[in-house]
């Protein structure tokens, strides 16, 4: 079965601060993406970030980054210079890519950010 | 572009009634939309995927009586809870990919829906 985890259920930082939520899956496919979701107290769901798989170039957007660790089925996400609107949830989401197919997102748990001024 | 519509944002329904949620697609055409449920200060649960023209394929243990899901065009999905009771109060998130490939997947607003 295919399983996201998200083993960190809240975490906080300092505004500006670095913060690293982490994030294992478990899959038998080698072709998949992966992606970060916040979800802020509006919970519209945003997407933050997404690593297509067979790219070893770890996905960088802005503050957001990603370290991506293949075979040890690994994808955190660290946000540097946070800021108060980073404050929400985060999901970890994976899916397969089984040629274009219209699967779904498998989502974690999802992790609480809080941001300390 | 690619903007997922979704309404009513909040709904307070009597137990008993149904009510209609709808989900659009403003700039693209989705052939498959998903609809979600979330409980408070927890994940995203997928109820059914709904495809354009056909029956909706619905997770196990959704009822598919109580969720009714029509996908009419290539831009509109609905979700009928039908004869809403207390314990069907929930948000409600439909979500659809405006691309091939998969990825770009672009979320509606949700649904705040009371039962009581």
């Known amino acids: 079965a295919q399983t996201v985890t998200q083993s960190q259920p809240e975490m906080s930082v300092q505004e500006a601060e670095t913060v690293t939520l982490s994030c294992t899956y478990d899959?038998?496919?080698?072709?998949?993406?992966l992606f970060w979701y916040k979800q802020p107290p509006s919970r519209q769901m945003i997407l933050v970030i997404r690593q297509e798989a067979y790219k070893q170039q770890n996905a960088t957007e802005n503050r957001f980054s990603v370290n991506f660790q293949k075979a040890a089925k690994s994808f955190s996400l660290k946000i540097s210079d946070s800021q108060l609107g980073d404050a929400a949830m985060y999901f970890c989401a994976y899916i397969p890519n089984y040629g274009g197919s219209q699967g779904n997102l498998i989502f974690g748990k999802g992790t609480k950010l809080s941001v300390k001024p | 572009g690619a903007v997922v519509s979704q309404h009513p944002s909040r709904v307070i329904c009597k137990s008993g009634t149904s009510v209609k949620i709808e989900c659009r697609s403003l700039d693209f055409q989705a052939t498959t939309m998903f609809w979600y449920r979330q409980f408070p200060k927890q994940s995203l649960m997928l109820m059914a995927t709904?495809?354009?023209?056909?029956?909706?394929?619905?997770e196990q243990g959704v009822e598919k009586d109580k969720f009714l899901i029509n996908h009419a065009s290539l831009t509109l999905s609905t979700l009928t809870v039908t004869s809403a009771h207390p314990e069907d109060s929930s948000f409600y998130i439909c979500?659809?990919?405006?691309?091939?490939?998969?990825?770009?997947?672009?979320f509606g607003s949700g649904t705040r829906l009371t039962v009581v």
């Open positions: 899959t038998s496919e080698s072709d998949y993406y």
């Open positions: 709904s495809n354009e023209g056909s029956k909706a394929t619905y």
């Open positions: 979500s659809a990919r405006p691309w091939r490939g998969p990825y770009g997947y672009t």
